[in-house]
């Protein structure tokens, strides 16, 4: 157990809807990261987030967006969704204190796009 | 604009053999390198990693090597066992922003 939790698990909606990813990080985590998985392809950073900032950007779409709450929880959203957005989602922490400082994976949402 | 590679898809190996998994980058400003391990319905788990400034860090079973002017990591896995299969990403860092290779799956075989 990584300590990180994503929520839901799984998630089927519609195209053209808009959807919330959830993500609790570690204890103690500062910074958290989305990551997109497409059909067993590598991992595509989307975006960071640290202690509540925006840090860095990755290939995130326009219509997706992301925020850190001050309990450092974060939330992806994804909107006017197409049926090449499904993939799995993955968020991940990280103490972020030191460089080297690994990311813990959550076990990441399957959002699949009918 | 792909800076870490993993250019074998999948690798099968006999039980209690070596596993050498390979990783290329192009960023010779990398600062970190890691390895993942990820079982289906799981999210990657951190298994080992390395810093630039060092060629060899051991743990247990698992060795990453770091060949520098190659531009090349490689992890290797002694003796190989069948729980070890499972997709292993390697990812290289730069002040702490993540870039992740496509994956080789392992397949041991008992």
């Known amino acids: 157990d990584s300590g990180v939790t994503q929520t839901p698990k799984h998630l089927i909606t519609a195209t053209g809807q808009r959807v919330t990813l959830r993500c609790s990080p570690r204890s103690g985590d500062l910074s958290v990261y989305w990551y997109q998985q497409s059909l067993d392809q590598g991992l595509q950073f989307l975006i960071q987030?640290?202690?509540?900032?925006?840090?860095a950007k990755g290939n995130i779409l326009e219509r997706f967006s992301a925020q850190q709450f001050p309990d450092l929880h974060s939330e992806l959203n994804l909107s006017s969704l197409e049926l090449g957005d499904s993939a799995l989602y993955f968020c991940?922490?990280?103490?972020?204190?030191?460089?080297?400082?690994?990311?813990?994976f959550g076990n990441g949402t399957r959002l699949t796009v009918t | 604009d792909q800076q870490v590679k993993q250019n074998s898809p999948s690798l099968s190996v006999q039980e209690g053999r070596i596993s050498i998994l390979n990783c290329d980058y192009t960023n010779s400003m990398f600062d970190y390198f890691l390895w993942y391990k990820k079982y289906p319905a799981e999210g990657p788990t951190f298994l080992i990693s390395i810093s630039s400034i060092k060629d060899k860090n051991e743990d247990g079973r698992f060795t990453v090597f770091l060949n520098k002017s190659a531009k090349h990591l490689s992890l290797h896995i002694v003796p190989s066992q069948p729980g070890d299969s499972a997709v292993y990403f390697c990812?290289?860092?730069?002040?702490?922003?993540?870039?992740f290779g496509s994956g080789t799956k392992l397949n041991v075989k008992p």
């Open positions: 991940a922490s990280s103490v972020d204190r030191f460089l080297g400082s690994p990311l813990h």
């Open positions: 990812a290289a860092s730069n002040f702490n922003k993540f870039y």
């Open positions: 987030y640290y202690n509540g900032e925006e840090r």
